[in-house]
């Protein structure tokens, strides 16, 4: 990851994170995390009260019980559900929003590496009764996402 400062609008300085695919930010501070998403998904939680959040960015929908590594959406989003929890957050108050799962990888034939990325987030996002808030996902075009932790505010740019 890497961390920089800027102020926000409102006068709040503000970290700002460049999530790597694979990873996973989580804040009680206030925090802009940036990331681009292809197939790749990115799983965005925050609880508005508290002002606490974070995000994973994980490539491929399902990892072995052996690699518990957040390159999979079946570990990367229990992790981050556990950091934020482990951050302040209180499980009631929490929100989803989930970007990414285009369809960019012709190299799988028959199938969509970005709608199973997806698929995993909205199953276990579910599962977990969680609300999803706010979507952008599947289509052909990769993403720029900015989340901003502390109050949950998303900006999403198609490439």
């Known amino acids: 990851m890497t961390a920089s400062s800027a102020i926000a609008s409102d ?12 990873q996973l930010h989580v804040s009680s501070e206030p ?5 681009i998403l292809g197939s790749c998904v990115a799983v965005c939680l925050f609880d508005p009260d508290a002002r606490v959040g974070g995000v994973n960015h994980y490539l491929l929908p399902v990892g072995s019980a ?5 390159r ?14 482990a951050g302040g957050a209180r499980r009631e108050a929490l929100r989803a929003k989930v970007f990414g799962g285009a369809c960019t990888l ?13 698929d995993v987030a909205l ?9 999803v808030a706010e979507r952008d996902v599947g289509g ?3 993403r720029k996402l900015v989340f901003h932790t502390d109050v ?6 198609r490439l």
Do not use: F
Request: hydrophobic share 35%; with cysteine.
């Open 11 to 22: 006068g709040t300085e503000r970290r700002s994170v460049y999530l790597h695919a694979g």
């Open 31 to 35: 925090c802009e995390v940036v990331t």
């Open 66 to 70: 052996r690699e518990a590594s957040t």
């Open 72 to 85: 999979y959406g079946t570990h990367a989003i229990p992790q981050l559900l556990e950091r934020v929890l």
């Open 106 to 118: 012709q190299a799988l034939p028959g199938r969509n590496l970005g709608q199973e990325n997806v």
């Open 123 to 131: 199953r276990l996002l579910e599962e977990q009764r969680i609300p």
């Open 140 to 142: 052909k075009s990769g």
């Open 152 to 157: 949950g505010a998303a900006w999403v740019r």
